[in-house]
RNA sequence: GGGCCGCUAGCUCAAUCGGCAGAGCUGAGGACUUUUAAUCCUUAGGUUCGGGGUUCGAGUCCCCGGCGGCCCA
């Protein structure tokens, strides 16, 4: 847009590679043409060149005139040919030949003077194969349609991971995974959807600014409503906004949208992450574990067509068949070699967490401390994907206590790869028994946990109006991305959070 | 929060015991009408993350800080 160069960047201050790049966008002005046009009149993309002309032979001229453009990726000069290989978005290449005799000899020169690699440039000439074989556009002209100020990395060695990710718009033109990614994210937003539309699952948005933060536990992002003079919680799930849904009749719904946590952040946790929040009247958690199956099935299918998919590392994951299913302390009893259950007491799980290294806050109860056990113990051995089923009445206060064992939660959480990609609840619909449950929370709060939740009054008071009985869900979409792709978390979101530079 | 490792040219990396800061690619100039990480000749490019200290001399050793990675909690 500025045709100056702006006086706060002197020229004599960058390095030399990008000083000789703005003295070639100067030459181009000062030859009369633009190193930024309004655009190129191109004929055909280069995925339709490669389409139209798959077959044909080495050393072909088709006589067919087409304008093409793209990003120099590959540039070859010689005394009376030039090669260039074009890119477009979508990754295809081609190669541009540019000779003397068609060109000309100014305009050779000229490509030879101002054209550098990861410049765009429209192309217009002939579809030809070269001498070996190379499907190409021989041009009778050219032009620049976007310099580039900045030389790109070398191909050859893979960028840094922190300047992959702090630029990943370089990222994204020097790595085909990178582009890859955001297209498989894409496919499975797209398939979730469609899963859900197809079942009858309406679709809503509800408040990321909220007065209370609730439905998790987890410690929010703060910020102040000036209009309103009061702070507003980032939202840390949508769950009671969801019910309030289902309470109002919207009996099949979801929301796929952003939740901030204001925590830690490492290969796997970011402090804005995507997640899928569902919730299906008369279904409970064994409706609502099919369903999530399902979902993960049928997104496996929409972007790698099979169950089977295939990792980054080139290594396969089958996500097919019923998964395994266990319960919480069936499988930490296995762990630990001897029986454990909900009524088990604090010295002997104290017992347990000594003498694997587990350090006890002294908050916990038995029912955090066995939790804690089991992802010591077990979750790094959740590879295949796994249904852990009944958790305690203690750490879940929105779950329906099960319908057959005391103190225990009709919950469960899917591992898979040794993380947790998804949790689902009997919700707890009960608006006497909810309110029991969030005043302890609140009494958490108020004693200074402040992952505890708030008491929501206008939650409670929409639970009174009656709730169906419902199965929820709520799965991670950047760990579902994980699940498929074998990335890390921070490959699967495109600008993932970075400490400034 | 703790420990360890790293930060050097546009990019990826070297630099012995503390002794002239280097290579490949990229860039610039030249040759080449069939190149695919071309080849050949010539050549430029540095606040060694920042600050302080030790030393005749610091990329290298010490201290403080920044950023990143890994491990632990």
Same mark, same amino acid.
């Given at each position: 847009?500025?045709?100056?160069?702006?006086?706060?960047?002197?020229?004599?201050?960058?390095?030399?590679?990008?000083?000789?790049?703005?003295?070639?966008?100067?030459?181009?002005?000062?030859?009369?043409?633009?190193?930024?046009?309004?655009?190129?009149?191109?004929?055909?993309?280069?995925?339709?060149? *490669?389409? %139209? =002309?798959? @077959? /044909?032979?080495?050393?072909?001229?088709?006589?067919? #005139? +087409?304008? $093409?453009?793209?990003? &120099? !990726?590959?540039?070859?000069?010689?005394?009376?040919?030039?090669?260039?290989?074009?890119?477009?978005?979508?990754?295809?290449?081609?190669?541009?030949?540019?000779?003397?005799?068609?060109?000309?000899?100014?305009?050779?020169?000229?490509?030879?003077?101002?054209?550098?690699?990861?410049?765009?440039?429209?192309?217009?000439?002939?579809?030809?194969?070269?001498?070996?074989?190379?499907?190409?556009?021989?041009?009778?002209?050219?032009?620049?349609?976007?310099?580039?100020?900045?030389?790109?990395?070398?191909?050859?060695?893979?960028?840094?991971?922190?300047?992959?990710? *702090?630029? %990943? =718009?370089? @990222? /994204?033109?020097?790595?085909?995974?990178?582009?890859? #990614? +955001?297209? $498989?994210?894409?496919? &499975? !937003?797209?398939?979730?959807?469609?899963?859900?539309?197809?079942?009858?699952?309406?679709?809503?948005?509800?408040?990321?600014?909220?007065?209370?933060?609730?439905?998790?536990?987890?410690?929010?992002?703060?910020?102040?409503?000036?209009?309103?003079?009061?702070?507003?919680?980032?939202?840390?799930?949508?769950?009671?906004?969801?019910?309030?849904?289902?309470?109002?009749?919207?009996?099949?719904?979801?929301?796929?949208?952003?939740?901030?946590?204001?925590?830690?952040?490492?290969?796997?946790?970011?402090?804005?992450?995507?997640?899928?929040?569902?919730?299906?009247?008369?279904?409970? =958690?064994?409706?609502?574990?099919?369903?999530?199956?399902?979902?993960?099935?049928?997104?496996?299918?929409?972007?790698?067509?099979?169950?089977?998919?295939?990792?980054?590392?080139?290594?396969?994951?089958?996500?097919?068949?019923?998964?395994?299913?266990?319960?919480?302390?069936?499988?930490?009893?296995?762990?630990?070699?001897?029986?454990?259950?909900?009524?088990?007491?604090?010295?002997?799980?104290?017992?347990?967490?000594?003498?694997?290294?587990?350090?006890?806050?002294?908050?916990?109860?038995?029912?955090?401390?066995?939790?804690?056990?089991?992802?010591?113990?077990?979750?790094?051995?959740?590879?295949?994907?796994?249904?852990?089923?009944?958790?305690?009445?203690?750490?879940?206060?929105?779950?329906?206590?099960?319908?057959?064992?005391?103190?225990?939660?009709?919950?469960?959480?899917?591992?898979?790869?040794?993380?947790?990609?998804?949790?689902?609840?009997?919700?707890?619909?009960?608006?006497?028994?909810?309110?029991?449950?969030?005043?302890?929370?609140?009494?958490?709060?108020?004693?200074?946990?402040?992952?505890?939740?708030?008491?929501?009054?206008?939650?409670?008071?929409?639970?009174?109006?009656?709730?169906?009985?419902?199965?929820?869900?709520?799965?991670?979409?950047?760990?579902?991305?994980?699940?498929?792709?074998?990335?890390?978390?921070?490959?699967?979101?495109?600008?993932?959070?970075?400490?400034?530079?």
């Amino acid at each position: 847009m500025t045709e100056q160069t702006p006086a706060s960047s002197p020229a004599e201050d960058l390095p030399e590679q990008m000083r000789v790049r703005r003295s070639k966008r100067d030459r181009i002005l000062a030859d009369g043409a633009e190193p930024y046009p309004i655009t190129y009149p191109r004929t055909a993309s280069l995925a339709q060149l *490669r389409e %139209r =002309y798959a @077959d /044909l032979p080495t050393d072909t001229a088709t006589g067919d #005139t +087409v304008s $093409v453009t793209g990003r &120099v !990726m590959f540039i070859r000069n010689t005394g009376k040919l030039c090669f260039a290989t074009l890119r477009d978005g979508d990754g295809t290449e081609l190669q541009a030949m540019l000779s003397l005799d068609r060109v000309g000899p100014d305009r050779l020169e000229e490509w030879k003077r101002v054209v550098d690699l990861g410049d765009h440039v429209g192309v217009t000439g002939e579809v030809i194969t070269s001498r070996r074989g190379e499907l190409s556009v021989l041009a009778d002209s050219w032009a620049m349609t976007a310099k580039s100020l900045r030389p790109l990395p070398v191909s050859h060695k893979p960028m840094s991971e922190e300047a992959r990710v *702090r630029q %990943r =718009y370089v @990222d /994204l033109i020097m790595r085909p995974q990178a582009r890859e #990614t +955001v297209r $498989v994210r894409a496919g &499975v !937003m797209r398939s979730l959807r469609d899963s859900l539309h197809r079942r009858e699952f309406v679709e809503v948005e509800t408040p990321m600014l909220q007065l209370l933060h609730g439905g998790a536990t987890a410690r929010p992002f703060v910020t102040h409503s000036n209009a309103l003079d009061t702070d507003l919680y980032l939202r840390i799930a949508p769950e009671l906004f969801l019910k309030r849904c289902v309470v109002g009749g919207i009996e099949r719904v979801f929301e796929i949208n952003r939740n901030f946590r204001n925590e830690g952040v490492d290969s796997s946790h970011s402090p804005e992450f995507a997640m899928l929040e569902t919730y299906e009247a008369y279904g409970d =958690y064994n409706t609502i574990g099919n369903l999530t199956r399902e979902l993960v099935q049928e997104a496996a299918h929409a972007t790698f067509g099979s169950n089977v998919v295939t990792h980054a590392d080139g290594s396969e994951f089958d996500l097919g068949g019923q998964w395994r299913s266990v319960t919480l302390y069936g499988v930490l009893s296995e762990a630990l070699g001897e029986e454990v259950t909900v009524r088990t007491e604090m010295p002997r799980l104290i017992q347990y967490a000594e003498k694997h290294n587990l350090d006890v806050d002294p908050k916990w109860g038995p029912g955090k401390l066995a939790e804690e056990l089991f992802e010591e113990l077990v979750v790094p051995n959740l590879v295949a994907p796994t249904f852990v089923r009944d958790y305690p009445e203690e750490t879940s206060p929105l779950v329906r206590s099960h319908r057959e064992q005391p103190g225990l939660t009709e919950k469960w959480d899917l591992y898979v790869r040794g993380f947790e990609l998804a949790t689902g609840y009997s919700e707890l619909v009960d608006p006497v028994v909810q309110r029991e449950r969030l005043v302890a929370q609140a009494r958490l709060a108020a004693k200074g946990d402040d992952e505890a939740m708030r008491l929501d009054e206008d939650f409670l008071r929409a639970l009174e109006y009656g709730m169906p009985p419902s199965g929820g869900m709520g799965m991670g979409i950047d760990r579902l991305l994980m699940a498929l792709t074998g990335l890390g978390i921070r490959e699967t979101i495109l600008f993932p959070l970075v400490r400034s530079e």
